[in-house]
T-cell receptor, first 110, second 112 residues
Framework: GENVEQHPSTLSVQEGDSAVIKCTYS??????FPWYKQELGKRPQLIID?????GEKKDQRIAVTLNKTAKHFSLHITETQPEDSAVYFC?????????FGTGTRLKVLA | EAEVAQSPRYKITEKSQAVAFWCDPI?????LYWYRQILGQGPELLVQ????????DSQLPKDRFSAERLKGVDSTLKIQPAELGDSAMYLC??????????FGPGTRLLVL
C-alpha cells in the first residue's frame, strides 16, 4: 500500500546550525506535500507545503525541496532556534487523501 | 483566525465503556478527517467525509468504531466498547477545496 518513510526519527542540532529531514513516498500520484510541526500536547500546525509542479519553496528560515523522479522531498531549517524543537511530520497527498510520515523529533540545543 | 474545534480535550474511561468525540470543522470546509495518533507516530486516517458522505473508512475498525456527519458540518466519532489499545490522541482535521488541511487540538483518550 501507499506509505511515506521519514528520516531521521530523532535529530539533535546546535542552535544556529541547520536541520534537514527527508521523506520518501511510494505513490507517484501524490501531488501535494505538506510539512507539519507538532509541539508537545498541541495540534499539528502546517509550516510549509509544496505542490508537484514546483521543485523548491522557501519561507524565511524554512525551505522544502521536491524530487519527483526519486519521490523524495526534504525539509530544511536554517539558523535553528530553541523554539524549533518539536516533532515534524511530512505527508504526501493526492485526491484529498493524506499519508503521513512517522515523524522526526528535532531538538535544538542552546 | 478560524480553527477546528474538538471536545472533550481529555477522556479517561474504563475498557468496555462507550466514548464519543465531537469535532466542529472550520466553517465552509467540506472535507473532514478523523485520525488516530499513537504517541511517537504520525496520524493514521480512520475516516474521511466529503460533506455528509463517507469517502474512506477502510482503516476504521467497524466492529467498535463508528463515525457520522449527519448534516455535513460537525461530526462525531464513537467507540463502543473501548479497549486498552484504543488509548491514543484522536485528531480531527478539515480542509476546503484547497489542499491545506487544518487540525483540531485533539482528544487524548486513556482507556483503563
Amino acid at each position: 500500500g501507499e506509505n511515506v518513510e521519514q528520516h531521521p526519527s530523532t535529530l539533535s542540532v546546535q542552535e544556529g546550525d541547520s536541520a534537514v529531514i527527508k521523506c520518501t513516498y511510494s505513490d507517484s500520484a501524490s501531488n501535494y506535500f505538506p510539512w507539519y510541526k507538532q509541539e508537545l500536547g498541541k495540534r499539528p500546525q502546517l509550516i510549509i507545503d509544496i505542490r508537484s509542479n514546483v521543485g523548491e519553496k522557501k519561507d524565511q528560515r524554512i525551505a522544502v525541496t521536491l524530487n519527483k523522479t526519486a519521490k523524495h522531498f526534504s525539509l530544511h531549517i536554517t539558523e535553528t532556534q530553541p523554539e524549533d524543537s518539536a516533532v515534524y511530520f511530512c505527508a504526501a497527498s493526492w485526491a484529498y487523501k493524506y499519508i503521513f510520515g512517522t515523524g522526526t523529533r528535532l531538538k535544538v540545543l542552546a | 483566525e478560524a480553527e477546528v474545534a474538538q471536545s472533550p480535550r481529555y477522556k479517561i474511561t474504563e475498557k468496555s465503556q462507550a466514548v464519543a468525540f465531537w469535532c466542529d470543522p472550520i466553517s465552509g470546509h467540506a472535507t473532514l478527517y478523523w485520525y488516530r495518533q499513537i504517541l511517537g507516530q504520525g496520524p493514521e486516517l480512520l475516516v474521511q467525509f466529503q460533506d455528509e458522505s463517507v469517502v474512506d473508512d477502510s482503516q476504521l475498525p467497524k466492529d467498535r468504531f463508528s463515525a457520522e456527519r449527519l448534516k455535513g458540518v460537525d461530526s462525531t466519532l464513537k467507540i463502543q466498547p473501548a479497549e486498552l489499545g484504543d488509548s491514543a490522541m484522536y485528531l480531527c482535521a478539515s480542509k476546503s477545496q484547497q489542499e491545506t488541511q487544518y487540525f483540531g487540538p485533539g482528544t487524548r483518550l486513556l482507556v483503563l
